[in-house]
């Protein structure tokens, strides 16, 4: 917490030895990096800031060197300012670095392997990431034997670059959209290599006469080209435009989700991509269906008067319209497996009532003795409860499905006790009274806490029904004592709550278990009231009521319980929005495709149409006989699509949440419907099929 400076402010920091700079292979922009005395126990306070910092606060004014800040109440001498990248993605948002790290308040109570870092460090030069993580399995395995009791030692140190690291599972997103966008681009292009050889069978006698007349095959396939690479580019240049306005949209809606968002923009290797990817696909929608025609009979050509054969690339117009069609079908059924498995993800019950709910989180700074922290809670939860329009009002240490939970180690006090290594994990919470009735979690047994549950009476805990169940099968959990985290203090059950899902929707609830906040003085804190209130007004009341206790302190993150929750879902929204788009377009693409290719069947049989009926067919059978001739070649695709998409599906499991990618009726509904669709499109064409004239179409000939 920054104070001295116009309103108290949250700022984020880090605590980073002094080699941390220089291992990323940065200075400051001006000042010095901390030395080794400011980083050993004890050293003195001093921070480096910025460079947002130093422009908003001290105007970039070089003289800030040595002004103090007040963190956490607390003085600090300003040695210097960080270079951006050092506080740019992956280090995102920092605003102060401190050194020393091992001194950060909590880990000063944590013994038995509880100590949390994050080590850096840059490979020395012929250093393989291989053999780095050899020499880390030599120095694991002699932790492991030195200290087989502690908490950590079944963990392995694991090696990965730093930018593997911050990306993540989001470069597999990124992988499948881009995969997607391929499938897009390659139906387009099949769409339009469809097109384009009906164009050029078209223009059959035209190529015939031209070779007729002199004309090598290179010069007619690079005159088709040209045109086929002239419509290409002209597509690019909408493509790009389009883009434009797309990506905003894009990056608004996932600036929290997309590492580096504001920084996405269509620059020069974009530009060049986007290029090269027109100019490529522009040569192969134009060289295969030149190459085609252009293999024409000069004489067969020339004696065809005038008609057209369809014959001419049949098999690849049919080849190139089942490609369209699966690939169609395949994206389709990838947006219904996600869609059906949001729909679900959704539905569950998170086992607690959010609406209605505000949350907003308060961090002390280490000013507060325990026994302040104690009294503040105490007075300021009681406080929260009387406001006007407020109904039930709590504090707890997290709230549920926002993140953040981490198992510590429990066992059952009157049983063998096995070191911290080999207990049993379930995920502590810190509690006030009202917690579970402010969120309207049921009580299953026992007695909820209240205010005699402090620091001058026992400890007590109170845990949920997947606990009750793991620890204490077929027995009454109430009076029994745990044995809860590293420091291994006593606790007595005297409540069993319902289980909520915890970490997120797609999680089962796991062993939980909550201990008061009044017996245990840490922060941060997060303010949960209940009121029929919208949030801006709660979160001015809860506001001046923070006031009256602490007019430092800011009250950070207030919203309404159920966006917070809505932003834990956001990146599978973004994922299925930016999926379901591109499936939509794969389905118009392929229904063009059916068109384009049972309308052209139709121009260039309109003789064989004509005698038909001059012969006696009826426009019923001539009708079928398009349509047929249309859902012949959809059924192959939906065929083709089904096998593929079994495939996706699988690469997909992790994404899907209680969905069966071999089992989904999906399958069968998006068939029906691309067969519906494709039905549709050879309709036109076909009823257009059975208003020929006879004695027009004869009369061409």
């Known amino acids: 917490t920054l104070t001295g400076r116009g309103d108290p402010e949250q700022v984020i920091g880090l605590h980073a030895s002094a080699a941390l700079l220089p291992t990323l292979g940065l200075r400051p922009v001006i000042g010095r990096n901390f030395s080794s005395d400011e980083d050993r126990p004890g050293g003195p306070r001093v921070v480096l800031i910025s460079q947002q910092m130093w422009q908003q606060r001290f105007n970039r004014d070089p003289s800030v060197l040595g002004q103090t800040l007040v963190l956490d109440d607390a003085p600090y001498a300003i040695i210097g300012v960080l270079p951006q990248a050092a506080t ?9 670095w401190v050194p020393r790290p091992t001194e950060v308040a909590y ?27 050899e020499a880390m399995n ?6 492991r034997a030195a200290h087989s009791g502690n908490l950590d030692a079944p963990s392995t140190i694991e090696l990965m670059p730093l930018l593997d690291d911050a990306v993540g599972a989001q470069r597999e997103s990124y992988l499948l959209l881009f995969g997607v966008v391929a499938c897009v681009l390659l139906i387009a292009c099949a769409n339009i290599a469809n097109l384009l ?21 290179g010069a007619v396939v690079r005159q088709l080209v040209s045109e086929s690479m002239l419509l290409a580019v002209l597509g690019g240049a909408s493509g790009l435009l389009l883009a434009e306005g797309a990506l905003r949209a894009v990056v608004a809606f996932g600036a929290n989700l997309i590492p580096r968002a504001a920084e996405i923009s269509i620059d020069p290797r974009a530009f060049g991509f986007t290029l090269a990817t027109t100019l490529v696909a522009g040569l192969l929608i134009g060289l295969l269906p030149a190459l085609q025609v252009s293999g024409v009979n000069v004489l067969e050509a020339l004696k065809d008067a005038g008609r057209g054969s369809f014959g001419s690339g049949r098999h690849l117009r049919a080849g190139l319209l089942i490609v369209e069609v699966s690939l169609s079908l395949v994206l389709l059924i990838a947006a219904g497996l996600l869609l059906t498995s949001f729909a679900r993800l959704q539905r569950v019950d998170p086992g607690f009532a959010p609406d209605g709910v505000f949350t907003a989180q308060i ?30 009002a709590a504090l707890s240490e997290r709230v549920p499905l926002t993140g953040g939970q981490t198992p510590t180690v429990v066992a059952v006090a009157g049983r063998p006790l096995p070191p911290l290594s080999e207990r049993a994990t379930a995920t502590r919470h810190l509690v006030s009274p009202r917690y579970f009735s402010t969120l309207g979690i049921p009580l299953r047994a026992g007695r909820d806490f209240d205010e005699r549950d402090n620091t001058r009476v026992p400890q007590v805990v109170i845990i949920n029904d997947t606990f009750a169940r793991t620890h204490f099968p077929g027995e009454n959990p109430i009076g029994r004592t745990l044995v809860t985290g590293m420091v291994q203090r006593p606790a007595q059950v005297v409540g069993v709550v319902a289980d909520i899902r915890g970490e997120d929707l797609n999680t089962p609830p796991e062993p939980e278990y909550f201990l008061p906040v009044l017996q245990r003085p840490e922060s941060p804190t997060n303010v949960l009231v209940r009121s029929h209130l919208p949030p801006a007004a709660v979160a001015t009341l809860v506001r001046e009521a923070l006031r009256t206790f602490d007019p430092a302190l800011p009250l950070l993150q207030p919203d309404a319980l159920t966006t917070r929750i809505a932003q834990t879902v956001t990146n599978r929204k973004l994922a299925l929005i930016l999926l379901s788009a591109f499936a939509a377009l794969a389905l118009v693409l392929a229904s063009l495709g059916v ?49 593929g998409a079994l495939v996706v599906s699988r690469l997909m499991q992790r994404a899907l949440f209680e969905v069966d990618p071999a089992e989904s009726p999906v399958y069968i509904v998006l068939s029906i419907t691309l067969l519906l669709v494709a039905e549709v499109a050879a309709f036109v064409p076909a009823r257009r099929a059975t208003k020929i004239d006879p004695l027009i179409a004869l009369r061409s000939e």
Do not use: C
């Open 138 to 143: 030599v120095i694991a395995a002699g932790y």
């Open 88 to 96: 740019a993605f992956p280090l995102n948002h920092l605003q102060v």
């Open 197 to 217: 050889l009906a164009r050029f069978a078209g223009r059959r006698r035209e190529i015939a006469a031209r070779f007729a007349l002199g004309a090598s095959r």
């Open 595 to 643: 068109y384009s290719v049972m309308a052209h069947l139709v121009a260039f049989r309109t003789s064989e149409i004509g005698l038909r009926l001059a012969l006696g067919a009826s426009p019923g059978s001539v009708m079928r006989m398009v349509l047929g001739h249309g859902r012949r070649l959809t059924l192959v695709g939906i065929a083709f699509g089904i096998v």
């Open 107 to 133: 880990l000063q109570a944590l013994q038995g392997g509880g100590y949390y870092f994050q080590a850096i460090a840059r490979l020395k030069p012929g250093v393989s990431l291989t053999h780095a993580r």
């Open 363 to 392: 961090v002390l700074p280490r000013l507060y003795s325990p026994d302040k922290r104690i009294e503040f809670y105490e007075q300021f939860y009681q406080r929260l409860a009387t406001l006007p329009g407020v109904s039930s």
